[in-house]
């Protein structure tokens, strides 16, 4: 890429912003070198790991990237047998660590949220975790200068003993200067080391006096430094210790060190990865910084950037602009006066298509379109800047020679002012003729003028564009909003009218242009006018077409208020219908239930009164049974039976009652004998024989009732509306009507209701003197609405 291209456009002020998004001095060292890519497919691999690098800042924040070190030095230090300092250790861990921290990150991501980031997932993936090496260094090692007493068993025996050998001597120095006798030998009650031996300062005098070794005088040599004899031993014993307590951290070194020797490939190839990776996260920060974004890429020379935004201008004071060219025409010429708006519109494009190849996403709006190109050449003067404009004729000429000689077919042309510094008539005809020759080799160019004739060659050739930054005559300053497609126009006599010049000298300087390029001014003004007016009314339209979208926003969303209100309405309207039945059915349970209680409390009562009705009728029953007895034994047959047999016709003398014999004699010599529906047990000796014919007659009699009972009885015997006691009284006669008419299977129907008749039928039942056996109904048969009944 072209150095002065970059220059000009400022590109060291990017890399400057993306060096300060690195975590580590080795992204930053990537950062420096980044340059423009020129191959298509590169820039498209570059803008998708910094897509990736984005997305992952959105979703969970910065990674943890703290803690990478340069250790290339280190690493291959103890790859060739030498010891690292505890520093350096420090900084090996601290890297290995930062490698697995940053694969548990991903990791992380992937397992929750099933995220695919293909190039960061590659590049993580490859990282080595050394977590032995991590955990024993960080166990062994405090600081730069201090190793732990965990490193080592033996160290931390030896720091003890050295513990003790210390507070040994000051014990002993302590009776030795606290000494009565010493006092007066000694400058100060004070102990002290020299030379790492534990000393007491001694009055120069007093030397001969005080027994000891002396290690260093005061600058004045009133005062020696002496180590009494009494601790010499005691400080050769500690001097000892240290030299083991040295001897062992250089064991601990060494052996942490032959550790990272050993994985000193893949320490190095974690540390390259790990740069990359901070690198990479530093152009999603500088996104997201500048609210970056990124752009499509294509290779065919379209630009389409949609509100971009000058990244190295303030957020609050660059006003967003769309440019586009490569398309319909390929060259974009800028025209208008001297405002700054024309450099900043041509300085966006030549960064934002720098940066793009660069990797990093540009502040645009989502669908954006930048092309990549072979070469980028930028003629904007070595003292151009956004702000002023001070280029000659000469430089900008030794410029557009160079870039003309050095161009190619996929090549992006940035002009600032072409042509400008020299006679206008033939810097226009110099610029024409090199925007043609560009033109005719299809370069992409963009150029700014404020040349006229310039404005009318734009017109009148296929394939060049007009474009202007709006200029706000009233106030004097570009709105910097690129209009496409719109000459712009000088404004030289409004802004000098504006300014306070003179009417009758601008009208003068009217008089000295041609009635032709007066007549075009007043066309570009026209032109102008209408263009505000459509641009007002567009905005109007835009506005009207605003708010009825919100009316309409407005009302659907009422009409789903409404709608949602109708649902919830009805909803409730159902809920509280389900509620009242749902009380309706258990006030209905409660009274039903009620009603059973009081159904059952009457069928009980009508239970026991019908229980005493019947005791009352039996021993009604008894007491003519009773009776019966004693007016039958009380009168005596003339000639008593000796026998009888069944079926036998007899008359009862008491009774004058011709009655059937159903039993034999028993052993008191006592009979049964049916007298109508009456059974009575008479002694032989109260009956006589009854005459032949009424024996006939009698037997012709019961004969006539059986047959016409069956005919008469039907098996069924529908009981359902009736009350317990009046069923029980039809049951007991339908079974006796059963019993003599020979059926063999009756039906009882009593219904299925609350199940009293069917409970008070079956007790009668099951005692009943006529009932061989009873169940309830089949399917088929009435079910437990009906009870079938077999007659013995």
């Known amino acids: 890429m072209n150095e002065k291209t970059l220059r000009v456009l400022e590109y060291s002020k990017i890399i400057e912003k993306l060096t300060d998004k690195t975590e580590s001095s080795l992204g930053e060292e990537i950062a420096l070198k980044l340059s423009p890519s020129l191959n298509y497919e590169e820039v498209k691999y570059l803008q998708d790991e910094t897509d990736e690098a984005v997305s992952l800042l959105l979703k969970r924040g910065s990674p943890p990237l703290g803690g990478i070190h340069d ?38 991501e992937k397992d929750e949220n099933n995220s695919s980031y293909p190039i960061l997932e590659s590049l993580i993936g490859d990282l080595n ?5 991590e955990d024993n260094i960080f166990n062994a090692i405090v600081s730069e200068e201090e190793i732990s007493d965990n490193a080592s068993s033996n160290l931390r025996n030896i720091r003890k003993q050295i513990q003790i050998k210390n507070d040994n001597i000051r014990t002993k120095l302590n009776s030795i200067i606290n000494s009565s006798t010493n006092k007066k030998y000694l400058q100060d009650a004070i102990i002290t080391i020299r030379s790492e031996r534990y000393v007491v300062p001694v009055k120069q005098e007093y030397r001969s006096i005080f027994p000891g070794l002396i290690h260093d005088q005061s600058s004045s040599g009133a005062t020696l430094f002496i180590e009494p004899m009494a ?23 060494t052996e942490l060190s032959e550790m990272v020797g050993e994985e000193n490939e893949g320490i190095r190839s974690n540390q390259k990865i790990l740069s990359q990776i901070d690198f990479i996260f530093a152009k999603g920060k500088l996104s997201l910084d500048m609210n970056g974004s990124k752009p499509n890429i294509n290779n065919r020379g379209y630009i389409n950037i949609k509100k971009g935004r000058h990244p190295l201008l303030g957020v609050k004071d660059v006003v967003p602009t769309d440019i586009y060219l490569g398309d319909n025409f390929t060259t974009l010429l800028i025209t208008g006066p001297n405002t700054g708006g024309k450099t900043v519109t041509l300085k966006t494009v030549g960064l934002f298509t720098l940066m793009m190849q660069s990797g990093l996403q540009v502040p645009v709006e989502h669908g954006t379109e930048m092309a990549v190109f072979e070469n980028i050449f930028a003629d904007i003067g070595d003292e151009q800047s956004i702000e002023q404009s001070l280029s000659t004729f000469s430089s900008h000429m030794t410029n557009i020679v160079d870039i003309l000689n050095n161009l190619d077919d996929n090549s992006l042309v940035l002009f600032d002012e072409l042509g400008a510094g020299t006679d206008p008539t033939e810097g226009a005809a110099l610029a024409m003729s090199i925007l043609d020759y560009l033109y005719n080799r299809k370069i992409r160019t963009v150029a700014t003028t404020h040349y006229s004739e310039l404005k009318v060659y734009a017109l009148t050739t296929e394939g060049i564009e007009n474009a202007s930054v709006e200029f706000n ?38 008089e000295f242009i041609s009635k032709e390029n007066i007549a075009f001014e007043d066309v570009l003004a026209s032109i102008e006018k209408d263009r505000i007016e459509t641009e007002k009314n567009r905005e109007e339209a835009n506005r009207l077409r605003r708010e009825v979208n919100q009316l309409k926003e407005e009302l659907e969303e009422k009409t789903l208020k409404i709608e949602n209100n109708r649902e919830k309405i009805l909803r409730e309207a159902r809920e509280e219908a389900r509620n009242v039945l749902l009380k309706a059915r258990a006030e209905s349970e409660e009274i039903l239930n009620e009603l059973k209680e009081v159904s059952i409390e009457i069928e009980k009562e009508q239970s026991r009164r019908l229980q005493e009705a019947k005791e009352k009728l039996k021993g009604n029953i008894d007491n003519i049974e009773g009776d019966l007895s004693e007016q039958i034994l009380s009168k005596k047959s003339a000639k008593p039976l000796a026998s009888v047999d069944i079926g036998e016709n007899v008359k009862i003398l008491s009774l004058n009652q011709t009655g059937t014999v159903l039993s034999a004699p028993d052993e008191n010599g006592n009979v049964l004998v049916q007298v109508g529906i009456m059974k009575i047990t008479v002694p032989l000796d109260t009956i006589e024989k009854s005459k032949k014919e009424s024996k006939v007659q009698t037997k012709g009699s019961a004969k006539s009732v059986i047959k016409s009972k069956s005919v008469n009885v039907k098996s069924d015997l529908d009981l359902r509306g009736q009350n317990l006691e009046e069923a029980m009284l039809e049951v007991d006669k339908f079974l006796d009507d059963a019993y003599l008419a020979g059926l063999k299977v009756v039906n009882i129907i009593h219904g299925k209701g609350t199940g009293i008749l069917r409970e008070g039928i079956g007790q009668l039942l099951k005692r009943h003197r006529h009932v061989k056996a009873s169940r309830l109904g089949n399917y088929g048969e009435g079910g437990t609405g009906v009870t079938v009944v077999e007659i013995k």
Request: charged share 30%; hydrophobic share 40%; glycine share 8%.
């Open 129 to 133: 975790s050394y977590r032995e090496i």
């Open 231 to 253: 601790i010499v031993n005691l400080n050769n014993e500690l001097k000892e210790l240290k030299l083991n307590e040295k001897k062992e951290i250089e064991k601990i070194l």
């Open 71 to 108: 250790v290339l030095s280190e690493v291959k230090r103890a790859e060739i047998g030498g010891i690292l300092s505890p520093g350096g250790l420090l900084r090996v861990a601290d890297t290995i660590r930062a490698a697995r921290k940053i694969k548990g990150f991903l990791k992380q």
């Open 473 to 510: 005559v009233e106030t004097l300053s570009p709105t910097y909003r690129l209009l496409i497609g719109v000459p712009g126009k000088s404004n030289a006599f409004e802004i000098s009218k504006r300014l306070g010049l003179q009417d009758f000298i601008i009208d003068s300087a009217k």
